[in-house]
């Protein structure tokens, strides 16, 4: 996508502020009613995370 302001991108790897989990990014999405991008990780398929509960390395 051009011209995004998400802070991660696809395949990159992150931590999950809650568990200390290093994850990879599968997908992410802007959620536009609420103004913020969501994120599908690897380990978790089945799962989303926002920005604000992820952290770089």
Do not use: D
């Amino acid at each position: 996508m051009k011209n995004s302001n998400n802070r991660y991108n696809h395949g990159q790897t992150v931590n999950i502020k809650q568990t200390g989990e290093v994850v990879t990014i599968l997908k992410w999405q802007y959620v536009k009613n609420m103004k913020r991008y969501s994120y599908i990780v690897k380990e978790h398929p089945g799962t989303f995370y926002f920005e604000e509960e992820l952290q770089n390395l």
